[in-house]
């Protein structure tokens, strides 16, 4: 006990020390709350025809793998809609494109204890969505064709807002740890995303999210993990 006393200590102090940069680091949302999260502010706008979009996580399964919850991995919402939303619910994980309540599901293996390098794939052209965890990758689906994503909305991690960046649940929070959260603008190749998680990345720049150089905004309890956890 006194040990993890004396560890949550010395992230603390480093999350005054690293306010205003991410690099490279990971983020630890160590319980359900309603007001801890990070604004990551994008590259580029999202007015997006296809995308690839990568992070790690790992989660506390007992709160996040409990049949009946929802715990939202990944949100980006304008004024007016949940444009881009990831979950992990009800035994699923799942894409949603301007809407909160038609997504497409994908019964992978769900989030554990130990990190776990999961993508999401669609363009527009075809519909063509899938899901990469460690690297293989779902069945693919037909989601949206012909969709576009709009930009001017604000990428959130941490909580699911219902308004521009506001009206938080902290039973739909997440519990956990996210680090490595990148985007491209289109769909990466399989043999780049079975890469993604390389200390050397010999693919494209994420030209969307980059986790290396984004500006980000870290809110309430969230501690930043220091890189030699990687
Ligand atoms: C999750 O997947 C299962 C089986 O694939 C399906 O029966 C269930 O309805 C899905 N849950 C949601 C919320 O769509
Ligand atoms: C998308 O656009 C293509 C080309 O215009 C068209 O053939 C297809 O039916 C459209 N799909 C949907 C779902 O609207
Ligand atoms: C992926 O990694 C393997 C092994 O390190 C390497 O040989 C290959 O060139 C990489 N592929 C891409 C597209 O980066
Ligand atoms: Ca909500």
Redesign the pocket.
Known sequence: MKSVLVLLGVLLTLTAVCEGGVNGKGLFFPNPSADSFVQLFPLKPLNLEAFTLCMRLSVDPNVVDSEER?TILFAYRTKDHDELNVWQ????I?LYLRSSSE?A???VPLLSIFRTDLCVTWESSTGLTAFWVDGRRSTLQVYRQNHTVQSGGAVILGQDPDSFVGKFDEDQSFVGEISDVNMWDHVLMGDQIRNFSDELWLGPEPNVLNWDTMQDEVNGNVLVVPKKYN
């Open positions: 929802e619910e009800k035994g699923n799942s997504g599901f994908y019964a």
